[in-house]
């Protein structure tokens, strides 16, 4: 070979080495893409810091099981996130319709009405409204709290129902967030709070040296279904973690998250498991859509 074919030979060698850096590092600028999830790089998430057990937030600790819910989607999608911003439950709908947060976890429970406005993936666990009353109480059912006063806070599906009681003889106030409701049962100013059941629990546990206790086997309304809440606008994404969600709430971390976070649901509940769990149905027919399905 002469010289000057050596020359030309050298130089095509280059150009393959350089052509096939491009097409890895092309390669690997797709792979990258593909981690984004949201079309975001790094995800913005609101959370309750003021429900133990569920959201809650002590010394910059967060613990509960909607905390835990995060953690498994965060390493089951592999997406990256920002530390979690507090959030309350009337802000849980606009934070999303303007952008500021990518997604919430917060107790949110899924409804029509709220589904017109933004996504939601869920339910991850379902829990009935019941309610949370001090040491002296005699509340065995519903009954016995008519003429007696029943306090919610702003922003929760919880209020409606509890201002729906009227009709049972029952008075209900409304005051801004949990903590007033609890203040006012510690007082004897009211005679119970209600919301979530599975909220209750973790306020009972947190206040126990208060004597305050969940009513067993008293409910209202209807079921109440949490979800993950998107914005519009990134069905793909949402039905991935439809499936994620899917696979979690049938595996045994599932059932491990809700024990570690509300014992008290386990040691007071039998079969809490058939009632706190929702089927892939449920599932299916509340994520990813701007209705529920029948």
């Given at each position: 070979?002469?010289?000057?074919?050596?020359?030309?030979?050298?130089?095509?060698?280059?150009?393959?080495?350089?052509?096939?850096?491009?097409?890895?590092?092309?390669?690997?600028?797709?792979?990258?893409?593909?981690?984004t999830?949201?079309?975001?790089?790094?995800?913005?998430?609101?959370?309750?810091?003021?429900?133990?057990?569920?959201?809650?937030?002590?010394?910059?600790?967060?613990?509960?099981?909607?905390?835990?819910?995060?953690?498994?989607?965060?390493?089951?999608?592999?997406?990256?996130?920002?530390?979690?911003?507090?959030?309350?439950?009337?802000?849980?709908?606009?934070?999303?319709?303007?952008?500021?947060?990518?997604?919430?976890?917060?107790?949110?429970?899924?409804?029509?009405?709220?589904?017109?406005?933004?996504?939601?993936?869920?339910?991850?666990?379902?829990?009935?409204?019941?309610?949370?009353?001090?040491?002296?109480?005699k509340?065995?059912?519903?009954?016995?709290?008519?003429?007696?006063?029943?306090?919610?806070?702003?922003?929760?599906?919880?209020?409606?129902?509890?201002?729906?009681?009227?009709?049972?003889?029952i008075?209900?106030?409304?005051?801004?967030?949990?903590?007033?409701?609890?203040?006012?049962l510690?007082?004897?100013?009211?005679?119970a709070?209600?919301?979530?059941?599975?909220?209750?629990?973790?306020?009972?546990?947190?206040?126990?040296?208060?004597?305050?206790?969940v009513?067993?086997?008293?409910?209202?309304?209807?079921?109440?279904?949490?979800?993950?809440?998107?914005?519009?606008?990134?069905?793909?994404?949402?039905?991935?973690?439809?499936?994620?969600?899917?696979?979690?709430?049938?595996?045994?971390?599932?059932?491990?998250?809700?024990?570690?976070?509300?014992?008290?649901?386990?040691?007071?509940?039998?079969?809490?498991?058939?009632?706190?769990?929702?089927?892939?149905?449920a599932?299916?027919?509340?994520?990813?859509?701007?209705?529920?399905?029948?």
């Amino acid at each position: 070979m002469s010289s000057k074919n050596r020359v030309y030979v050298a130089v095509a060698a280059f150009c393959a080495i350089v052509a096939a850096g491009l097409a890895l590092a092309v390669s690997s600028g797709s792979d990258e893409q593909d981690d984004t999830f949201l079309d975001r790089d790094r995800i913005s998430v609101g959370m309750h810091n003021d429900l133990p057990g569920v959201g809650y937030e002590e010394n910059y600790h967060r613990s509960g099981f909607d905390q835990l819910v995060f953690e498994r989607v965060r390493e089951g999608l592999g997406f990256r996130s920002s530390p979690p911003s507090n959030i309350s439950s009337e802000a849980r709908v606009p934070v999303l319709v303007k952008g500021d947060l990518d997604m919430v976890f917060a107790s949110f429970s899924i409804t029509e009405k709220r589904m017109r406005y933004v996504d939601f993936v869920g339910p991850y666990v379902t829990t009935y409204q019941g309610f949370l009353v001090g040491p002296e109480s005699k509340v065995d059912e519903l009954d016995d709290l008519k003429g007696g006063m029943v306090c919610s806070w702003e922003g929760t599906t919880s209020a409606d129902a509890v201002a729906d009681l009227k009709r049972e003889g029952i008075a209900s106030k409304t005051l801004v967030d949990a903590s007033d409701c609890l203040e006012e049962l510690k007082k004897g100013k009211v005679q119970a709070v209600s919301t979530d059941q599975m909220i209750l629990h973790g306020f009972a546990r947190q206040h126990a040296k208060d004597g305050l206790e969940v009513v067993p086997d008293v409910t209202i309304g209807a079921p109440q279904h949490y979800g993950i809440g998107l914005p519009k606008g990134h069905r793909a994404d949402c039905r991935e973690l439809r499936e994620f969600v899917k696979r979690y709430v049938g595996s045994s971390d599932w059932i491990r998250d809700v024990t570690t976070s509300l014992p008290d649901i386990a040691d007071t509940e039998p079969g809490w498991i058939s009632d706190y769990e929702p089927s892939d149905e449920a599932i299916d027919a509340r994520s990813c859509r701007d209705t529920p399905s029948s």
